[in-house]
């Protein structure tokens, strides 16, 4: 990935209320293409592609909407701990492109880039929560979110990384790479990665937005998170972990205090694509696939588990159970493979639950043990995360479920994030490699 260094020189006209100084990062010289950003955006503002962008501290997006064009490099400050923040009176319209990511990203060197080098993204909503008086207030005083606005929209996120992120302010409080907060189904979420990040990659508090094409890696948390009632939907998502520091694939709960509060988590999830680090040489890190807890429920279907050093699929808690036991935690053709083990056998679990996790994944319908055939996916430089030839994953060995026709899913017919075709079809991305090109998988 090239420095951050090398962007145009290209003037634009466009003026920001919230602009301090033009200065370069390295060097006292002026340089008219760092543009350093600080306080509250507060009327209509377009960032553009012949500027760098510098978040220094929280900067809130408020009364009004962010524009930002392809190719845009936007940077977190790491001694401010910038951070970017749209607050639920305000939008992010950040529309990339394959051959031109937004990208948000370290002010360190590469090479030197960590994670919680900076902040992140937050957006916030007025979707609805379960939380009491249906509103939350996020990590890091990152402000309040929720409402009784399903349909509600934060604008739109389409090719957008983010990258070595997830400043600490204090022990338990991180910031995750992209937190949705109360966002609605009207928010347009398609094609973004997060990487390197330290807590969370992506984590859902409530609301119901959708989100395609997702892709998270080197997270030292869970890669996907969700909470407090989220129920979206969600598509070709990716997780690879990196073994020295991880956490879940999913870690998915309804609510901490309350696992029974209403409206209960309960995504519906097609074609996931979740790699673990079996590797010990690289750490003891990346523990479980799927954690399904404190009261969630979920349709998760089409989708590959591998290389977890714990188990594949833990379901926990006694309210966990009891919306499995009534139908509310639907799992279908999911291929498990070289966890450790597998399937939860919950022998410790006090009280005892009904069942365990393995049996329930026994009567479930498909869900098997089986390589699915993937090319290189455990590769944390080049991996590729396409079925090989003839695969089970696609040669009808473990059947699929042909998604619901809502007009968010895509039929996918096979299991895993991406089908096998060498390059993405621009109308069908996930028939091929569709993470080609605007992806980052530099550890540093």
């Not at 509250?40 to 009004?64: C, K, P, R």
């Not at 989220?230 to 972990?241: D, P, V």
Request: net charge negative; with cysteine; glycine share 12%.
């Amino acid at each position: 990935m090239k420095d951050w260094m090398t962007s145009s020189n290209r003037r634009n006209t466009v003026m920001l209320p919230v602009v301090a100084i033009l200065v370069s990062l390295w060097a006292p010289m002026v340089r008219a293409d760092v543009v350093r950003v600080s306080g509250s955006i507060t009327s209509d503002t377009t960032w553009t592609a012949n500027h760098t962008y510098v978040l220094q501290g929280a900067v809130f997006v408020e009364n009004a909407s962010l524009s930002i064009e392809a190719g845009t490099r936007i940077i977190g400050e790491t001694a401010s701990n910038g951070t970017l923040v749209v607050a639920r009176t305000g939008q992010i319209f950040a529309r990339g492109r394959a051959d031109a990511p937004i990208v948000m990203t370290s002010d360190q060197p590469v090479g030197a880039r960590d994670r919680a080098d900076w902040g992140g993204l937050i957006i916030n909503g007025n979707a609805p929560l379960n939380v009491p008086g249906g509103e939350g207030i996020g990590e890091g005083d990152t402000g309040r979110f929720g409402g009784n606005n399903p349909d509600d929209s934060s604008g739109v996120l389409n090719y957008v990384r983010v990258e070595y992120a997830g400043t600490e302010f204090s022990p338990d409080n991180e910031l995750n790479g992209i937190a949705f907060q109360g966002v609605g189904r009207g928010t347009d979420v398609r094609f973004v990665q997060i990487h390197f990040n330290k807590d969370d990659g992506i984590e859902f508090f409530g609301g119901t937005v959708d989100v395609k094409y997702a892709v998270c890696t080197g997270i030292a948390d869970d890669s996907f998170d969700w909470t407090d009632g989220w129920q979206g939907r969600g598509q070709f998502w990716i997780a690879q972990q990196h073994g020295d520091d991880a956490d879940q694939g999913i870690e998915a709960d309804n609510n901490a205090e309350n696992n029974d509060l209403t409206p209960r988590s309960n995504p519906k999830l097609y074609n996931l694509t979740l790699i673990g680090d079996p590797d010990f040489e690289q750490g003891n890190e990346s523990d479980k696939g799927i954690l399904l807890r404190e009261g969630t429920a979920a349709q998760i279907k089409n989708s590959i588990i591998t290389g977890f050093k714990e188990e594949g699929l833990e379901i926990d808690d006694p309210a966990t159970f009891q919306i499995a036991a009534a139908g509310g935690i639907m799992l279908q053709s999911l291929i498990f493979w070289q966890n450790n083990p597998n399937f939860s056998d919950d022998s410790s679990e006090e009280p005892q639950p009904p069942f365990t996790t393995a049996e329930f994944a026994t009567r479930s319908r498909d869900v098997v043990v089986m390589d699915p055939g993937l090319r290189s996916p455990f590769d944390i430089v080049t991996p590729d995360f396409r079925p090989a030839p003839d695969a089970n994953a696609t040669n009808g060995t473990v059947p699929f479920v042909l998604p619901p026709n809502d007009g968010f899913f895509d039929p996918a017919r096979f299991i895993g994030a991406m089908g096998q075709a060498k390059e993405a079809d621009p109308d069908n991305p996930y028939l091929g490699n569709w993470v080609a090109g605007w992806t980052n998988f530099e550890p540093r």
